[in-house]
């Protein structure tokens, strides 16, 4: 999986966004840990669930060049208690929800294909 893909165009999306966040969060977009600056173009304001993820990517994506990242993802549990908890926990079951659906839709696809395949051989 491309972490640096995603997360780039979920910055891009924070970046492009028109409306201004009530709940917004500052975010930088290269971390300080890797020389980030606290500059404007750096910063972006992010939402709590995508400032989550940001940082669930970054993890990711710097686990073996910058273990700060995982103590940022850590950090981010402690700092914001149980908000980031409650949005961990609905962000793995709507996975847990689009995996279920996403095998739902290959199973029928299988069936589809199976039922085209058997009609095809009875044509032979």
């Known amino acids: 999986m491309n972490y640096q893909k995603i997360y780039d165009s979920l910055i891009l999306k924070a970046k492009l966004r028109n409306t201004v966040l009530v709940n917004g969060e500052s975010h930088h977009i290269i971390p300080r840990s890797l020389n980030g600056s606290d500059a404007g173009d750096n910063l972006v304001n992010l939402t709590i669930s995508e400032h989550f993820l940001a940082h669930a990517l970054l ?66």
Request: no cysteine.
């Open 59 to 124: 993890a990711q994506i710097h686990k073996h060049t910058d273990p700060n990242q995982i103590f940022a993802l850590k950090a981010f549990f402690e700092l914001k208690g149980s908000k980031a908890r409650d949005i961990w926990r609905k962000t793995h079951r709507l996975a847990r929800w689009q995996r279920q659906r996403m095998s739902i839709q290959e199973n029928l696809l299988r069936q589809k294909l199976r039922k085209d395949y058997l009609s095809w051989i009875k044509l032979k």
